[in-house]
């Protein structure tokens, strides 16, 4: 077979050397082949087609039209083994090319988790607008639900929930998937009222395998919802209180964890950590905490994940800065603006949805002593489990009082 390098390829093609080692580097280019720092291109190579111009929409278009299925069943693709690797979120989805919808679902997906929120706004609307199948309408539905928690629309947000229910279900399946996904964005939210009894059960049979990494994550969120809702008294379940559900919950999520890694789920790990790391953090074990959260970043600050991490700078508190900032003081900047971004949507719509004014203006410090205080600890416990003097703990109760128009007893409605 005849090979011509990049400039020879480059030229014939009609586009830059630069753009061309990109593509191949990229799996684009058929038959390219690396040899130390060069690439030769087989001769007979065809020129891949660009997929940022009009020509390739048309292209990816046409083969949405033929509605092909997912390649995992499942509307949570970057929960799957599809991700698998560390560092690889390009290639993954570079990997499914010669699926379209799937490809532009996981690359939504990924582009999430690294929190270019534009991105997932401009593909979940693509997907719905072109008639996709089932799963890739649930997950666009999704993702768009998603985009609504950081932007704080709450007209975004229902709409995001009449998709899903639109979806064109054909099976009782479908309709447990449908209903599972509805809720899964509310849990975000801390609402795990609407989740169906064999999902609250932990009963996930009515999910495809694929579904299970992602339905595990969910059901740990959920079970955080619900020891975190009793902790600061909003809901009571007989012969429970205070912090003593939080401390036995880790129990159930560490084996999710040994699964997902048995599962190759990069997402549903980093995912099932944080949340595992939030609650030991919550109930004071901050070695466990800790331990969660740097497993976590080894995962996600390859790829960037940014997104992600975000997420947990509100139950995290100044923990998350600090593990992050000693591995990577940049990547801690970037998560920091994210974080901003994401709180200040998060309260904005948690706030319409739930009917309450949620605070905005708290520092770190005072949002984790307004946390301990509404668990019901004293001045000094809170003192002692912060590292804290008891005067600076009282000031932080004045601080959090004067800002929020609210007393001790009712910080829970806050947070």
Not at 232 to 246: A, I
Not at 313 to 341: C, F, M, P
Request: charged letters at 20%; hydrophobic letters at 40%.
């Amino acid at each position: 077979m005849e090979y011509l390098n990049i400039t020879e390829t480059a030229e014939k093609w009609g586009i830059s050397p630069r753009r061309l080692q990109t593509l191949c580097a990229n799996g684009k280019v058929k038959g390219a082949t690396r040899f130390g720092k060069a690439w030769m291109i087989p001769k007979t190579a065809q020129k891949p087609i660009d997929g940022r111009t009009k020509a390739s929409k048309n292209n990816i278009d046409s083969l949405l039209e033929k509605n092909m299925p997912m390649p995992r069943k499942t509307p949570f693709l970057h929960m799957t083994d599809l991700y698998s690797v560390a560092g690889n979120a390009e290639k993954s989805i570079s990997a499914l090319e010669g699926n379209p919808e799937a490809q532009i679902l996981l690359g939504a997906e990924i582009a999430y988790s690294k929190g270019n929120i534009e991105k997932v706004y401009d593909s979940a609307y693509y997907l719905l607008h072109k008639h996709s199948g089932f799963y890739a309408v649930i997950s666009a539905g999704m993702l768009l639900g998603l985009c609504a928690i950081w932007r704080g629309d709450l007209n975004m947000w229902r709409q995001a929930k009449i998709h899903i229910a639109e979806a064109p279900a054909k099976s009782e399946a479908d309709r447990d998937i449908m209903a599972f996904s509805i809720t899964a964005i509310d849990s975000i939210l801390y609402d795990v009222s609407s989740f169906p009894e064999w999902f609250k059960l932990g009963r996930f049979e009515p999910l495809h395998k694929d579904a299970l990494p992602a339905a595990k994550v969910f059901y740990a969120k959920y079970l955080y919802a619900v020891g975190y809702g009793l902790a600061t008294k909003q809901f009571e379940l007989q012969g429970v209180q205070g912090l003593s559900l939080l401390t036995i919950i880790p129990n159930t999520i560490e084996p999710m964890i040994s699964q997902a890694v048995a599962d190759n789920s990069i997402i549903a790990e980093i995912y099932l950590r944080m949340t595992c790391a939030a609650i030991y953090h919550t109930g004071g074990n901050r070695e466990q905490a800790i331990y969660h959260i740097d497993r976590a970043l080894a995962l996600a600050l390859p790829d960037q994940l940014f997104g992600i991490l975000a997420e947990y700078g509100r139950t995290l508190d100044s923990l998350l800065e600090q593990r992050i900032s000693r591995v990577d003081a940049d990547a801690w900047h970037k998560v920091r603006d994210l974080y901003n971004i994401y709180m200040a949507g998060w309260t904005k719509l948690s706030g319409s949805v739930r009917g309450k004014n949620l605070a905005t203006t708290l520092s770190p410090k005072e949002r984790e002593v307004a946390k301990l205080a509404a668990f019901g600890f004293k001045n000094s416990q809170i003192a002692e489990s912060l590292n804290m003097s008891i005067s600076a703990v009282k000031q932080a109760v004045t601080n959090i009082s004067n800002k929020t128009g609210m007393s001790r007893e009712d910080f829970a409605a806050i947070l």
